[in-house]
């Protein structure tokens, strides 16, 4: 642990700041002379912007100080008649290392178990058995034919969740080690906590289930990182690697301490949703869609957990066709169905007793011990646009064209689209002779916004792969494929942390003081190999799915004059990407998402998500995503809210009114109605309904520290991070200073079908100091810097 975490952490949230090591918004040099004869756009004196002296740069370079340039519009300093880029006076933001403490994971001290080798040995055949013991169920499942349809709401739901070819052996691994724990706590009588935490004391190599160790891999010090993650890290090469466990801030609460769901006289999750997240729509005007769209696709970059399915690859079918409980005999052990009371409003008319809901997979554990469940990440944990390259070497074999550095597309009417994905019929419009679209992340095809993403940055892949060939024509294809991987993984890192993260965190102030601030020039020093950069399961199961509560009702279609002439209603859409054939989608979709606004990030839902998700049009309704979510985090064993106010730095409440710093008396109202006490409050809809203090973005408190300590770790623990120098996957300086071009409109410009206008910063809606302009007014990269000789 940090001596920074150590201080931090106890003295909480309120002695935060007392962390921040430097200031890194420094003086700017004095703007430039003017130059005899023609005057540049440098030239222009710019005034100073909150005390600090600034400089005239291209927009996106200004993008963390929009509030002060809001205010400021006098800031902008484009000067058309010398160059038509858009550009604002802002302060350079150079230094490094200044991030506080980021959270450490809570320590685990215990008791030390002695278990004798036989008796272990013993145990650990149980949970071998406990393996078989399921095939055998779900032979019988298989016989009886109860697994999921084609056509149903759950088998749409499933296929976003179904673990990959690598995946799902991983599932059953992991089970033997978790079984065997159980075992463990019912022979040797523990108590829950020693269940699941002391048994991390006994190891599993010396066992029967020794083969549940993921070994590690041999590295070597590479210029490219591996498609799997592995090998960032070289003294924890596995630490990012896909197809491992999450991490976690608190050890799990788990009704047995091992495994089993955190459920225990808690209040139906349906219940909890529809009185605490009433489907209600509020817009946010503040923002552009483009967050939502952007967030998740940067959520299937970094997680996917997938759940159990039965050996044969079907899916688990826990409630019969017509919505009532399976027979106890049909009912899979793995299965957690969101129950639907009798009086629930939406559900009631189509007689919904029973959705389908599967326990996640869990992890063989990373430390090779008996201990409680982890579950799996089936993609690499870091930033490296995994869902365009795949997660593993298998995935990534089959996107690559071979030839130039490409990867492969689909060449449709003169548009290249995502390649086709022959091995998979489960697209609704496959009976239609429709195909289902391949990427590196199995989700593509969820919803219309996230498949025009996956298309633009896939493009964006071999254009960056044409150019990089034509400054070096003697590059081959496998030289040309990495170095454009490195560079669009580059483009994407900083539009995450320059674009991105101001918007979601608020400008500079959080940013700042988690170090995530990308600088204006010079390297970041700061990589530190001690730091734990997976992803936390807080994160992926609760804070990060902040984004659900910004889904709109429906995608605009929008010409390039900015009027809306159709609508893609998301209710309707699900698992169905092919409006992308037609030709002018593509690019009516990305001026929408660049123009709408997105529903507010808070407490209420659209009901496309409540009640509609995943509706297929053979059904009348879909499942309630939000309650879903809650759900999750119980299967996951996530403690309750109140937990994770104690390690934010908040007061733990005692009472229900002690809530009332951070949630309206209504909301506790509803809580207090829904909960015995504030230990069993679920995290999810608890820190959707924080206040927010508009100066920090849009999120809560809790989810505000969480998210931008999740981004720390996944800046601070990559090697390969885009501004990171002196290792051995760094940019040279004049090639990173191209890359700090780059912005996601550019990124829309040069890889629509024919977007001609757009405006610098597509989080930020339309103004006068972010105005639509022609792509000509967007800054792009030159490859020059890459020339070899
Ligand atoms: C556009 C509409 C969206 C749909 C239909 C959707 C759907 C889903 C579904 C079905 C799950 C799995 C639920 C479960 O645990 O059973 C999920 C998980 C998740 N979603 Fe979304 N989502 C959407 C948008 C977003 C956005 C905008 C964000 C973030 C900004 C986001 C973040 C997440 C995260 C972090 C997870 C957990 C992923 C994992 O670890 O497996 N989602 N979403």
Redesign the pocket.
Known sequence: MYWKEKFCLPLGYVLWFCCAVTSIIVPAQSPQPIHSGRPTPMSRQCPSLVNFPTQCRIMAQCSVWWAELVKSPQSVCTNQVESPLWRACCPAIVGGRNRIGVMSEQSLDSEILTVSSPELARISKFGQSEVGRVAGIEARLLEHKAFLMPGSTAFA?FI??KPSDEAAPLGEQGLMVTRSTQKLKEVMRLSNEAAGIATQTLSVKDTPLAGTCIPDPTCRTSKYRTIDGSCNNLKSPLMGRSNTQ?GRYLAPDYDDGVWESRDKGMPNSRTVRTVLAPDHDRVQRDVTLM??????F???D??????FQLANGSGISCCTPDNKHQSWELRHPHCFTLDILPGDAFYRQFRVECIN?VR?MVAPRSDCTFGYAE?L?QVTHWHDASTIYGSTQFQSDILRERKGGRMKTFSYQNRQLLPLDWKNNDCIGFEKGLRCFLSGDS?VN??I??TVMQTVWHREHNRVAGELARVNPRWDDEKLFQEARRVVIAELQHITYNEYLPVLLGSRPVMEAYGLLPRTSGFFTGYNDTVNGN?FNE???A??????S??SHWFELVDDNGATYDRLH?KDW?NNPHPLLKADVLDGVMRGLTISNPEASDELFVS??TNM??KTPESKHG?D?IA??I??GR?HGLPGYNAYRGLFGLRKAKTFSELNDLFTPETIDKMASLYKSPEEIDLYLAGMSEKVDSSSGILGHTFLHMVADQFARLKEADRYFYETGDQSGSFTIDQLNEIRKSSLAMIFCLNSDGIKNIQPLTFRPLSDINPRLPCSAIPTISFAPWREP
């Open positions: 739901y976003n969740m999450l967050l939502m769209q952007f967030g998740q940067i959520d299937h970094i997680t996917h957990v997938p759940v809901f996640s579950q990440n989700r969820q919803l916004g996230l992803v994160f992926s199961t804070a990060y799915r902040y984004g659900h910004m889904v998301v699900f496309d998500l998700l995943f499942g995503l879903f979510n759900w999750r299967d």
